[in-house]
T-cell receptor, first 111, second 113 residues
Framework: RKEVEQDPGPFNVPEGATVAFNCTYS??????FFWYRQDCRKEPKLLMS???SGNEDGRFTAQLNRASQYISLLIRDSKLSDSATYLC????????????FGSGTRLSIRP | NAGVTQTPKFQVLKTGQSMTLQCAQD?????MSWYRQDPGMGLRLIHY???????DQGEVPNGYNVSRSTTEDFPLRLLSAAPSQTSVYFC????????????FGAGTRLSVL
């Protein structure tokens, strides 16, 4: 089993829809959690960190469920510009410098 | 505002050739990492470093060597290139403090024939 797993997608939703992705991790002692966005043929860029209490940044909400070992990303009122691949990332407990990524979820927003 | 700089951007190798992918960062970050990205596989960690003189293996280290003689540079060496190493390679750096938020270079697209 991979240490970090994601819904592979692709998700194809209309503009204005709400969409949610999940990401599960296998190490219960994992420390830090992130969502990255990657546009086609570009490098990943941090979208948001995920805090234990959950956090929101505009239309984006990230949540952490330690009991079930997953993080989630909710996008409300989706825009065409949200089309991208979303990668979750988890810092390993054994080494805070070692960060493992999921395989990514591809999102396509249609007009 | 250079950030993380990777060279070359593109490279074609023949099987068996060796080469070094360069990565440099100017943000004084302690942590640096190398990833490869293949279709459907996401980013897989090859090697990482917590500081000058210290490196460790990631998920897929075989066929690659790294060294970290300075804080700024973290080159990745392919010892004897194989077609299975055809991929996009990303270098990333991060601060030890602040939760290890990764800043990525633009990537190197490598084809091994």
């Amino acid at each position: 089993r991979k240490e970090v797993e994601q819904d592979p997608g692709p998700f194809n939703v209309p503009e204005g829809a709400t969409v949610a992705f999940n990401c599960t991790y296998s190490n219960s002692a994992s420390q830090s959690f992130f969502w990255y966005r990657q546009d086609c043929r570009k490098e990943p860029k941090l979208l948001m960190s995920v805090y234990s209490s959950g956090n929101e940044d505009g239309r984006f909400t990230a949540q952490l469920n330690r009991a079930s070992q997953y993080i989630s990303l909710l996008i409300r009122d989706s825009k065409l510009s949200d089309s991208a691949t979303y990668l979750c990332a988890v810092t390993m407990y054994s080494s805070a410098s070692k960060i493992i990524f999921g395989s990514g979820t591809r999102l396509s927003i249609r007009p | 505002n250079a950030g993380v700089t990777q060279t070359p951007k593109f490279q074609v190798l023949k099987t068996g050739q060796s080469m070094t992918l360069q990565c440099a960062q100017d943000m004084n970050h302690e942590y640096m990492s190398w990833y490869r990205q293949d279709p459907g596989m996401g980013l897989r960690l090859i090697h990482y470093s917590v500081g000058a003189g210290i490196t460790d293996q990631g998920e897929v280290p075989n066929g690659y060597n790294v060294s970290r003689s300075t804080t700024e540079d973290f080159p990745l060496r392919l010892l004897s290139a194989a077609p299975s190493q055809t991929s996009v390679y990303f270098c990333a750096s991060s601060l030890a403090e602040g939760g290890n938020i990764q800043y990525f270079g633009a990537g190197t697209r490598l084809s091994v024939l």
